[in-house]
């Protein structure tokens, strides 16, 4: 088995259960990382053979684009979509971050991180 992430994948989003967070938006950061077995990709050095880490980030920004009140619901939608549309992934680890959030104090980010297992 192995490992493939993605670091530090930069958005501006508009997610939020502020009024104002949904007109103004806010700069968010992704870190994803999955399981999948790399053996045969790492033999055979084929794009085919292993999983696409550039799809995986079209995924993160198609989705961290759909407004959510919470960052909890984009990240079920991120990890869902994932494993329902890359077979080869047997674990997701999953955080998103609000940079900078409206809280009322300074505070660098505020990260929720999901990890989730294929059934």
């Known amino acids: 088995m192995g490992i493939i992430k993605l670091k530090n994948i930069r958005t501006y989003s508009y997610h939020g259960c502020l009024i104002e967070e949904g007109k103004i938006g806010s700069d968010y950061s992704v870190d994803l990382e999955v ?3 790399l053996r045969k990709s790492a033999l055979s050095d084929n ?3 292993t ?3 550039v799809f995986l980030n ?3 920004e198609e989705e961290m684009a759909i ?3 919470l960052l909890e619901n984009v990240a079920h939608r991120i990890i869902k979509r994932i494993f329902d549309e890359v077979a080869a992934i047997s674990r997701i680890t ?3 971050s609000k940079l900078n959030p409206p809280i009322g104090g300074d505070v660098e980010a505020v990260t929720i991180e999901m990890e989730e297992y294929r059934n």
């Open 35 to 37: 399981k999948t077995d």
């Open 47 to 49: 794009l085919e053979d």
């Open 51 to 53: 999983v696409d880490y």
């Open 94 to 96: 999953l955080a998103v």
């Open 67 to 69: 407004r959510s009140n």
């Open 58 to 60: 079209r995924i993160v």
